[in-house]
Structures are given as C-alpha cells and as structure tokens.
C-alpha cells in the first residue's frame, strides 16, 4: 500500500496526490447509465458543483458525450453545444475549481482549454480514436488521463476476449505513455478503463492485480462509481450501488488508486479519510 508521491502541475500549483483525492463527476448528457447523474439545467450543474466541493472533492469531471454501452453517438458540434453552457457557468462561479474534461476529441479538448481554462483532459479512449490527441495535450501541456479501452463505448462490450489481459493492458500503458512523455506530456494519469472492454468477472481480476500499474510509476485515476460490476453482482440497479461503490473505493485505494472519480463526493471523502487514518499506522513503526 505504499504512495508514491505524486504531483499534477495544474497551471503551475502542485495538486499533491501523496493520499488520494476525490474527482467528482458531472454529467451534462441526457442518458447517463446512473439517471440521478443527468444534469438538464445550468442550475442543476452549478448545485452539483458547489455541493461537490463543499463535501470535498478536489475537483469535477465534466463529460457531454455519454459512454454507457447503449450511448448513442453524437457530433463534435454537439458535444461542444452541450458544453458551453454547463462549463461557462462553472467557470464564471467557480473560478478556481479544477475542470478535467470527459473528451475523446482533440478539438473539444483544445476548445475547452482555450475557451473555458479546462485543467485536465480525460480521455476514455486513450488516444486511439483521435489520432492527435496526443499532440494536442502535448502543445496545450496539461494533465492528460489516459484510459484503457478496446473500441468504442458503442463496441467496447463486445471485445472483451483477452489472451492474457493484465498484459495486454500493461503492454497498452507502456507504449502509449512512452509515446506521450516523447511528445513532452509531463503530467500523465493512467485509469484502468473499468467496466470499458471488461467483463464483470475480468473488472474484479483487474481490481485484484491493480498493483501492477504501480511499477509504471504514474497516478492512476479509479472510476467505479455505481457501475455494472456492483449492481449486476447484486442484480440491482446503478441507483442502488452506492454501498458497493464505497466498498470497492476502500478496495481501490488499498491496491494504489490515487484519484476516485465518484458520483457521491462525501461518501468517497469519508472512505479517503478513514483510508489514510489507517494507511498510517500501516507504516514501519518503532516499538
């Protein structure tokens, strides 16, 4: 359970990620998998973030293009529409929250940043259906997560088969971030892509082996929030998973995760602060 202790330069202050830290989602798509997630109005969203940071998160995940396996496919011209708004809004009131984007396109990304001072770009695709995203966090020189996916979020469930999975998904990490430090990304966070191209069953193999990203030596972002791999296992629904949700955050955070993107800021805050409590006295201790 050992932190290294890692920094994310955001627009030269260091967000320190020595214990790990809560990314709360807001979604600003009309069919998130998790309904009580939607936000329809510029009101909506603006509550959403201020009850965020009030019960402690660090910063907000903003996403207009939903990736739930039924997603329907939008334009670029429509993700942006979505976003002006909701990212207007959120800049205007709260002008010092760090904003990562949910994106996997290079021009909403670079738009965002230049239009809306968007700190982080998170994109679930890891680069591979844009070819110049890399080149464009590179230039815009901002925190860049990089998921692990096969596919798209329409195809993604059905490429699930793996000879061996855990290396594939390394292999997948290591080519791309050797790629992205070439190009002279420096702040990089890598997410293991939950539920994205994985089965329930491999979800919990992935979980169980999260150690060996470790050895990769960059920040791994954890996003499990009220997904599949809880609500199918009780056959239940997404708005029922938020016990399993912060089961599986305090499993996360013991197996390295730094980053909790989760739809429940203060129940993760909680599991954060009762994790490092005991992740201390988990250290070598004189007697």
Same mark, same amino acid.
């Given at each position: 359970?050992?932190?290294i ?15 790990p830290i ?25 509550k ?47 002008p010092?929250?760090?904003?990562? *984007? &949910?994106? =996997?396109?290079?021009?909403? @990304?670079r ?8 700190? $982080? %770009? ?24 990089l998921?692990h ?11 699930t ?8 998904? *390394? &292999?997948? =990490?290591?080519?791309?971030? @050797? ?9 990089? $966070? %890598? ?55 912060? @089961? ?10 730094? %980053? ?28």
């Open positions: 359970m050992d932190f202790p890692f920094q994310l330069n955001i627009k030269g202050k260091l967000l320190d990620l020595s214990s809560v990314m709360a989602i807001v979604n600003v798509t009309p069919d998130s998998f998790y309904s009580l997630s939607r936000m329809k109005t510029e009101k909506d969203v603006l959403a973030v201020d009850k965020a940071l009030k019960d402690g998160a660090s910063m907000i995940d903003v996403g207009a293009y939903s990736t739930r396996p039924t997603s329907k496919h939008i334009s670029e011209t429509e993700e942006m529409e979505r976003l002006v708004k909701p990212l207007k809004a959120i800049r205007n009131h709260f010092d929250v760090i904003i990562s *984007l &949910d994106t =996997f396109r290079s021009g909403v @990304a738009w965002a940043v230049e239009n809306f001072d968007v700190n $982080i %770009i998170n994109d679930v695709s890891g680069g591979t259906l844009d070819d110049r995203m890399f080149e464009t966090v590179a230039d815009l020189q901002i925190p860049y997560v998921m996916m096969k596919g798209t979020p329409q195809t993604m469930q059905q490429l088969d793996y000879e061996n999975m855990m290396a594939e998904i *390394l &292999d997948f =990490f290591v080519k791309r971030t @050797a790629r992205l430090v070439h190009l002279g990304v420096k702040d990089i $966070i %890598i997410d293991p892509g939950f539920g994205f191209s994985k089965t329930t069953e491999q979800n919990y193999e992935l979980l169980a082996k999260m150690n060996y990203f470790k050895e990769l030596e960059f920040p791994i972002l954890y996003g499990i929030s009220r997904k599949s791999m809880i609500y199918k296992l009780f056959g239940t629904t997404p708005e029922e998973a938020l016990n399993g949700t912060t @089961a599986l955050n305090v499993l996360g955070m013991m197996n390295g995760a730094n %980053i909790l993107r989760v739809h429940d800021v203060k129940e993760a805050v909680e599991a954060v602060k009762i994790f490092s409590l005991y992740q201390r006295y988990q250290q070598p201790q004189r007697l």
